[in-house]
């Protein structure tokens, strides 16, 4: 039987009006072709009003619907001659990430992916698609395996996010989610990903660092869960609807903001209404994504993937190169935020600071103290530690120097009226 989301239930009601009709006429003479037609007619036009104007929380609960096509069944469709293979050589087999190699319309590749399971027995033995620290670490190892024998690597991620249980974290889950993601950047081959449901934090950035990154139209990706998010701001995981809005986790929200390369549609209702169509929808989306990356150099590839992602969030409207944010970062006529980030010879950001700072420490500042001797003596300050450690200890160098120096000086220089208070005054 199907299952219908929230949102979907006028669908619901009509598809059992159309099942009601049917068992009634089974095996009579009553013809109720025309009427199961015309409410056919119907329930598909409210299926494609409703999936027309999804908001980013009912497209949440389309990515996490339980019928949708998982690992096991891209695999079974798309990849031939398909050789598992297991265990990370350390601790054990997890069940959640899975791999192996196989043939993609008769090209080579390695295919690895998280498996969520479609039924409760299979669902807890594949821990809900939640990797622990050896799911990674096999990750690792099969993509290092591809890497030294030139196969393209697939990936296929599908999860709510890593295990985030104590044993997984007495076994280094944060490292080996590191070390995941550094291995696919560190990939001499074409990579390309694919959000299929959910890309939830880490356990889905680990094995989604590819060259492309390809997404199902009805999928999410996201730092953390929409539920997990409004407990942090609103204390309460009633606001997820309204945590989905903000954090821009819809497949059309992340290509705008260039997170993503490539939308994969799905059929009409989701990819769950229709396995056969969606899945292979996606396999042209890879097979286009492997062409346009094949013939490059391995050194090619990690310099594209590199820049790929550094450029995320950093670039703005109007900065056409790295080179040419720098010299806006060095114009001091071009209004900043307080910490503006650059990229240095390192592979590390550093960060600058501009004059915003020195109005707010002045703002925080008695006004009738000397603003000019207050702003060079602060620039003076700035200027040999303006690298990273600045951001963190300046501001409480400044406060803890700066304000009792001032009200000493205004002390001395202003003092107070008969009458006057003067413990008001240094508050305002």
Request: overall charge positive; charged content about 25%; some cysteine.
């Amino acid at each position: 039987m199907a299952s219908f989301l929230e949102f979907e239930k006028p669908i619901a009601e009509l598809q059992a009006r159309i099942d009601e009709l049917r068992d009634t006429a089974a095996g009579g003479e009553v013809d109720i072709e025309a009427e199961v037609a015309k409410l056919q007619a119907k329930s598909d036009r409210f299926l494609k009003d409703a999936y027309a104007r999804l908001t980013p929380w009912q497209k949440t609960l389309v990515a996490r619907h339980p019928e949708r096509p998982h690992f096991k069944h891209y695999v079974a469709r798309l990849i031939d001659d398909f050789m598992p293979l297991g265990g990370d050589r350390a601790f054990a087999d997890d069940q959640a990430i899975l791999g192996g190699l196989g043939r993609f319309r008769g090209q080579r590749v390695m295919v690895i992916g998280h498996e969520k399971g479609d039924d409760t027995t299979s669902r807890l033995r594949h821990n809900f698609g939640m990797g622990k620290p050896e799911g990674y670490r096999k990750a690792i190892r099969l993509v290092e395996l591809a890497d030294k024998f030139g196969i393209p690597v697939v990936t296929l991620v599908d999860t709510s996010g890593a295990f985030p249980g104590m044993e997984a974290e007495e076994r280094g889950q944060a490292e080996a989610i590191a070390r995941s993601t550094e291995a696919c950047l560190n990939l001499g081959v074409p990579m390309v990903a694919s959000i299929l449901g959910e890309g939830g934090s880490g356990g889905a950035v680990a094995l989604a660092a590819g060259n492309r990154v390809l997404m199902m139209e009805h999928a999410v990706y996201s730092v953390i869960s929409p539920e997990g998010c409004a407990s942090i701001l609103w204390r309460t995981a009633d606001k997820a609807a309204d945590a989905a809005e903000a954090m821009k986790v819809t497949a059309q929200h992340l290509k705008e903001l260039g997170v993503i390369d490539t939308i994969v549609p799905e059929p009409l209702g989701g990819a769950h209404r229709d396995h056969a169509k969606a899945i292979d929808s996606l396999g042209d989306a890879i097979e286009s994504a492997l062409k346009d990356l094949s013939g490059h150099s391995a050194t090619a590839l990690r310099q594209a993937r590199r820049a790929k992602f550094l450029a995320m969030g950093r670039c703005r409207a109007g900065a056409a190169s790295l080179n040419e944010q720098r010299k806006r970062a060095a114009d001091p006529s071009v209004r900043r935020p307080l910490f503006s980030r650059f990229e240095t010879k390192g592979s590390y950001d550093a960060f600058m600071f501009d004059e915003t700072l020195v109005k707010v420490v002045l703002s925080w500042l008695p006004r009738p103290c000397i603003a000019a001797i207050a702003a060079t003596a602060i620039r003076a300050a700035i200027r040999p530690y303006s690298m990273a450690v600045a951001p963190f200890l300046l501001p409480k160098i400044l406060r803890i120097v700066f304000i009792p120096v001032s009200i000493l000086f205004e002390a001395s220089v202003f003092p107070a009226a008969p009458g006057e208070n003067r413990s008001q005054r240094f508050r305002n």
